[in-house]
């Protein structure tokens, strides 16, 4: 499971860009999740008000999912498709050969952050 190590990544990385911009708390982070990147959304919701428990500045803040579509180019026909919907299977001409397009990664697409009001 590597849901638990990635989110206190996504927490220290948070913590350094609000420090870095001098931010009162972080309101939000999205990741966005490939489909075929090995990662289970499902744990990263269940496990995230567990890993920001001791990191005041996130206390309040939301996770927001997204997710990329795992799409392959099938080097047989030259159709893309969902692999993970069609098992990895071409169903267009049921060849396995293909190229994957999208859907391999993980990464922050946003830090949503609260800044001191300037007097």
Same mark, same amino acid.
């Given at each position: 499971?590597?849901?638990i190590g990635t989110l206190y990544k996504v927490v220290? !990385?948070?913590?350094?860009y609000a420090a870095q911009n001098n931010a009162t708390e972080v309101l939000s982070? !999205?990741?966005?999740v490939g489909e075929l990147s090995g990662m289970?959304?499902?744990f990263f919701?269940?496990?995230?008000p567990i890993v920001i428990e001791n990191h005041p500045m996130l206390r309040n803040s939301r996770l927001i999912l997204k997710t990329t579509p795992g799409i392959g180019h099938c080097n047989a026909c030259g159709e893309n498709y969902n692999v993970a919907q069609n098992e990895g299977i071409c169903p267009h001409c049921g060849s396995y050969d293909k190229r994957i397009l999208t859907g391999r990664s993980?990464?922050?697409?946003?830090?949503?952050?609260a800044m001191e009001e300037a007097s």
């Open positions: 499971m590597h849901e220290q !990385t948070a913590e350094e982070i !999205t990741l966005d289970l959304p499902y919701e269940s496990y995230y993980l990464f922050i697409k946003d830090i949503c952050i």
